[in-house]
Protein backbone atom coordinates (compact mmCIF):
# COMPACT_ATOMS: atom_id res chain seq x y z
CA UNK A 1 0.00 0.00 0.00
CA UNK A 2 1.20 3.52 -0.42
CA UNK A 3 1.07 4.81 2.68
CA UNK A 4 3.58 2.24 4.38
CA UNK A 5 6.26 3.78 1.36
CA UNK A 6 5.68 6.85 3.62
CA UNK A 7 8.72 7.00 6.25
CA UNK A 8 6.15 8.64 8.42
CA UNK A 9 3.81 6.02 8.54
CA UNK A 10 6.11 3.64 10.07
CA UNK A 11 7.11 6.06 12.48
CA UNK A 12 3.44 6.52 13.55
CA UNK A 13 2.92 2.63 13.99
CA UNK A 14 6.32 1.88 15.55
CA UNK A 15 5.06 4.80 18.02
CA UNK A 16 1.51 3.88 18.49
CA UNK A 17 2.82 -0.16 18.57
CA UNK A 18 4.79 1.06 22.04
CA UNK A 19 1.71 3.73 23.54
CA UNK A 20 -0.55 0.24 23.63
CA UNK A 21 1.83 -1.79 24.82
CA UNK A 22 2.18 0.57 27.90
CA UNK A 23 -1.48 1.14 27.84
CA UNK A 24 -2.13 -2.40 27.48
CA UNK A 25 -0.28 -3.07 31.14
CA UNK A 26 -3.08 -1.87 32.86
CA UNK A 27 -5.12 -4.85 31.19
CA UNK A 28 -2.78 -7.43 31.76
CA UNK A 29 -2.59 -6.49 35.72
CA UNK A 30 -6.53 -6.20 36.30
CA UNK A 31 -6.83 -9.63 34.11
CA UNK A 32 -4.07 -11.20 36.13
CA UNK A 33 -5.76 -10.77 39.17
CA UNK A 34 -8.99 -11.54 38.14
CA UNK A 35 -8.09 -15.03 36.30
CA UNK A 36 -6.41 -15.32 39.64
CA UNK A 37 -9.69 -16.44 41.08
CA UNK A 38 -10.16 -19.37 38.39
CA UNK A 39 -9.00 -23.01 39.29
CA UNK A 40 -5.54 -23.49 37.69
CA UNK A 41 -6.44 -25.56 35.57
CA UNK A 42 -8.49 -22.40 33.91
CA UNK A 43 -6.33 -19.35 34.31
CA UNK A 44 -4.09 -19.66 31.07
CA UNK A 45 -7.77 -19.87 29.22
CA UNK A 46 -9.34 -17.05 30.52
CA UNK A 47 -5.98 -15.01 30.34
CA UNK A 48 -6.03 -15.43 26.77
CA UNK A 49 -9.73 -14.81 26.26
CA UNK A 50 -9.74 -11.89 27.98
CA UNK A 51 -7.01 -10.76 25.63
CA UNK A 52 -8.55 -12.08 22.48
CA UNK A 53 -11.26 -9.82 23.68
CA UNK A 54 -9.27 -6.76 24.56
CA UNK A 55 -8.58 -7.11 20.75
CA UNK A 56 -11.38 -7.39 19.32
CA UNK A 57 -13.06 -4.75 21.20
CA UNK A 58 -10.52 -2.55 20.07
CA UNK A 59 -10.30 -3.33 16.34
CA UNK A 60 -14.45 -3.33 16.52
CA UNK A 61 -14.39 0.14 18.26
CA UNK A 62 -11.79 1.35 15.71
CA UNK A 63 -14.44 0.58 12.95
CA UNK A 64 -16.66 2.76 14.60
CA UNK A 65 -13.73 5.73 14.73
CA UNK A 66 -16.06 8.74 13.98
CA UNK A 67 -18.45 7.50 16.90
CA UNK A 68 -15.39 7.35 19.26
CA UNK A 69 -14.50 11.25 18.50
CA UNK A 70 -17.88 12.62 18.64
CA UNK A 71 -18.71 10.80 22.12
CA UNK A 72 -16.76 13.31 23.53
CA UNK A 73 -20.10 15.81 21.97
CA UNK A 74 -22.23 16.58 25.01
CA UNK A 75 -25.52 14.84 25.45
CA UNK A 76 -26.94 17.06 28.27
CA UNK A 77 -25.83 19.47 30.25
CA UNK A 78 -26.10 19.61 34.13
CA UNK A 79 -26.81 23.04 36.11
CA UNK A 80 -24.01 23.15 39.28
CA UNK A 81 -25.39 25.76 41.49
CA UNK A 82 -21.73 26.62 43.31
CA UNK A 83 -20.79 27.72 39.45
CA UNK A 84 -21.38 29.61 36.79
CA UNK A 85 -21.13 27.37 33.77
CA UNK A 86 -23.38 23.92 33.35
CA UNK A 87 -21.40 20.61 33.23
CA UNK A 88 -21.67 19.18 29.84
CA UNK A 89 -22.11 15.31 29.99
CA UNK A 90 -20.86 13.23 27.10
CA UNK A 91 -21.16 9.49 26.56
CA UNK A 92 -17.28 9.34 27.28
CA UNK A 93 -17.68 10.80 30.58
CA UNK A 94 -20.67 7.89 31.56
CA UNK A 95 -18.45 5.32 30.49
CA UNK A 96 -15.01 6.32 31.96
CA UNK A 97 -16.98 7.34 35.13
CA UNK A 98 -18.89 3.74 35.53
CA UNK A 99 -15.77 1.82 34.33
CA UNK A 100 -13.59 3.77 36.93
CA UNK A 101 -16.20 3.47 39.62
CA UNK A 102 -15.71 -0.55 38.67
CA UNK A 103 -12.46 -0.66 38.84
CA UNK A 104 -12.36 0.89 42.50
CA UNK A 105 -14.98 -1.11 43.86
CA UNK A 106 -13.42 -4.68 42.20
CA UNK A 107 -9.86 -3.03 43.83
CA UNK A 108 -10.48 -2.48 46.78
CA UNK A 109 -12.86 -5.82 47.26
CA UNK A 110 -9.21 -7.70 45.74
CA UNK A 111 -8.08 -5.94 48.97
CA UNK A 112 -9.70 -6.67 51.44
CA UNK A 113 -9.96 -10.21 50.08
CA UNK A 114 -5.94 -10.76 50.50
CA UNK A 115 -5.81 -8.97 53.56
CA UNK A 116 -9.10 -10.46 55.73
CA UNK A 117 -11.24 -12.80 53.49
CA UNK A 118 -10.50 -16.08 51.93
CA UNK A 119 -7.14 -17.14 49.76
CA UNK A 120 -7.93 -18.37 45.83
CA UNK A 121 -9.21 -21.81 45.63
CA UNK A 122 -10.50 -21.51 48.86
CA UNK A 123 -13.70 -20.89 50.71
CA UNK A 124 -16.88 -19.16 49.10
CA UNK A 125 -15.02 -16.36 47.12
CA UNK A 126 -13.10 -19.13 44.94
CA UNK A 127 -16.15 -21.60 44.54
CA UNK A 128 -18.28 -18.46 43.12
CA UNK A 129 -15.74 -17.57 40.39
CA UNK A 130 -16.66 -19.18 37.19
CA UNK A 131 -14.87 -18.29 33.77
CA UNK A 132 -18.12 -16.70 32.73
CA UNK A 133 -18.10 -14.30 35.72
CA UNK A 134 -14.11 -13.46 35.38
CA UNK A 135 -15.05 -13.34 31.42
CA UNK A 136 -18.41 -10.52 32.03
CA UNK A 137 -16.02 -8.76 34.34
CA UNK A 138 -13.00 -8.42 31.93
CA UNK A 139 -15.31 -7.03 29.22
CA UNK A 140 -16.08 -4.51 31.29
CA UNK A 141 -12.74 -3.27 32.32
CA UNK A 142 -11.89 -3.98 28.23
CA UNK A 143 -14.33 -1.38 27.28
CA UNK A 144 -13.11 1.26 29.06
CA UNK A 145 -9.43 0.79 28.46
CA UNK A 146 -10.47 0.33 24.41
CA UNK A 147 -11.80 3.67 24.98
CA UNK A 148 -8.60 5.40 26.18
CA UNK A 149 -6.30 3.51 23.63
CA UNK A 150 -8.45 4.27 21.05
CA UNK A 151 -8.63 8.11 21.65
CA UNK A 152 -4.63 7.61 21.77
CA UNK A 153 -4.12 6.28 18.74
CA UNK A 154 -6.58 8.90 16.97
CA UNK A 155 -4.36 11.28 18.41
CA UNK A 156 -0.65 9.37 16.78
CA UNK A 157 -1.97 8.15 13.50
CA UNK A 158 -4.51 9.03 10.74
CA UNK A 159 -5.12 5.75 9.12
CA UNK A 160 -7.33 3.14 10.30
CA UNK A 161 -5.22 -0.13 9.01
CA UNK A 162 -2.61 1.75 11.18
CA UNK A 163 -4.53 1.76 14.19
CA UNK A 164 -5.50 -2.11 13.82
CA UNK A 165 -1.78 -3.47 12.98
CA UNK A 166 -0.54 -1.48 16.10
CA UNK A 167 -2.92 -2.87 17.93
CA UNK A 168 -2.63 -6.39 17.24
CA UNK A 169 1.25 -6.18 17.20
CA UNK A 170 0.62 -4.90 20.63
CA UNK A 171 -1.72 -7.27 21.50
CA UNK A 172 0.27 -10.03 20.69
CA UNK A 173 3.50 -8.75 22.31
CA UNK A 174 0.99 -8.34 25.75
CA UNK A 175 -0.24 -12.18 24.65
CA UNK A 176 3.58 -13.67 24.85
CA UNK A 177 4.49 -11.64 28.24
CA UNK A 178 1.20 -12.18 29.72
CA UNK A 179 1.76 -15.26 31.34
CA UNK A 180 5.29 -14.81 33.27
CA UNK A 181 3.52 -10.95 34.44
CA UNK A 182 0.61 -12.83 35.69
CA UNK A 183 2.67 -15.34 37.51
CA UNK A 184 4.53 -12.71 38.89
CA UNK A 185 2.25 -10.84 40.05
CA UNK A 186 0.49 -13.55 42.14
CA UNK A 187 3.80 -15.33 43.52
CA UNK A 188 4.73 -12.07 45.17
CA UNK A 189 2.15 -11.01 47.54
CA UNK A 190 3.53 -8.21 47.39
CA UNK A 191 3.46 -7.26 44.29
CA UNK A 192 -0.14 -8.36 43.94
CA UNK A 193 -1.15 -5.48 46.47
CA UNK A 194 0.92 -2.74 44.72
CA UNK A 195 -0.79 -3.77 41.44
CA UNK A 196 -3.86 -3.69 43.12
CA UNK A 197 -2.87 -0.08 44.63
CA UNK A 198 -2.12 0.61 40.45
CA UNK A 199 -5.74 -0.23 39.51
CA UNK A 200 -7.10 1.77 42.57
CA UNK A 201 -5.15 4.77 41.02
CA UNK A 202 -5.91 3.93 37.66
CA UNK A 203 -9.77 4.00 38.40
CA UNK A 204 -9.33 7.17 40.56
CA UNK A 205 -7.51 9.10 37.11
CA UNK A 206 -10.58 7.81 34.91
CA UNK A 207 -13.21 9.32 37.60
CA UNK A 208 -11.63 12.36 37.64
CA UNK A 209 -11.18 13.01 33.68
CA UNK A 210 -14.93 11.74 33.30
CA UNK A 211 -15.76 14.96 35.70
CA UNK A 212 -13.18 17.15 32.99
CA UNK A 213 -9.94 17.23 35.64
CA UNK A 214 -7.37 16.03 33.12
CA UNK A 215 -4.43 14.44 35.16
CA UNK A 216 -1.25 13.85 32.83
CA UNK A 217 -0.40 10.28 32.35
CA UNK A 218 3.01 11.12 32.48
CA UNK A 219 2.72 11.56 35.91
CA UNK A 220 0.43 8.51 37.16
CA UNK A 221 3.13 5.96 35.00
CA UNK A 222 6.14 7.83 36.82
CA UNK A 223 4.64 6.91 40.45
CA UNK A 224 3.69 3.29 38.70
CA UNK A 225 7.07 2.45 37.80
CA UNK A 226 8.86 4.41 40.63
CA UNK A 227 6.77 2.28 42.92
CA UNK A 228 7.82 -0.92 41.05
CA UNK A 229 11.35 -0.16 41.29
CA UNK A 230 11.34 0.32 44.73
CA UNK A 231 9.48 -3.17 45.05
CA UNK A 232 12.36 -4.90 42.64
CA UNK A 233 14.68 -3.87 45.51
CA UNK A 234 12.88 -4.97 47.77
CA UNK A 235 12.37 -8.17 47.00
CA UNK A 236 16.14 -8.65 45.87
CA UNK A 237 17.03 -7.50 49.58
CA UNK A 238 14.56 -9.63 51.00
CA UNK A 239 16.62 -13.07 49.26
CA UNK A 240 19.84 -11.73 50.35
CA UNK A 241 19.22 -11.34 54.07
CA UNK A 242 17.73 -13.18 56.95
CA UNK A 243 14.68 -12.60 58.00
CA UNK A 244 14.15 -9.81 60.75
CA UNK A 245 13.02 -10.42 64.29
CA UNK A 246 11.21 -8.31 66.52
CA UNK A 247 12.75 -6.66 69.11
CA UNK A 248 9.86 -7.98 71.36
CA UNK A 249 10.07 -11.97 70.56
CA UNK A 250 13.37 -11.13 71.91
CA UNK A 251 12.72 -9.62 75.03
CA UNK A 252 9.75 -12.49 75.27
CA UNK A 253 12.20 -15.13 74.75
CA UNK A 254 15.23 -13.73 77.45
CA UNK A 255 12.47 -13.86 80.11
CA UNK A 256 11.56 -16.97 79.34
CA UNK A 257 15.17 -18.09 79.82
CA UNK A 258 15.62 -16.18 83.17
CA UNK A 259 12.40 -17.93 84.65
CA UNK A 260 13.96 -22.00 83.56
Do not use: C
Not at 23 to 47: C, H, T, Y
Amino acid sequence: MEIFANPDTWISLLTLTFMEVVLGIDNIVFISIIVSRLPKEQQAKGRNIGLMLALVFRIILLMFISWIVSASDPIFSINLPLTEEDFAVSWRDIILFAGGLFLLAKSVTEIHNKLEGEEEGQGSAAAHATLGKVLIQIILIDIVFSFDSILTAVGLAQEIIVMIIAVIVAMAIMLIFAKYVSDFVNKHPTVKMLALSFLILIGFMLVVEALHQHIPKGYIYFAMFFSLLVEMLNLRLRKKTTPVHLRQNEVLNAEETEIL
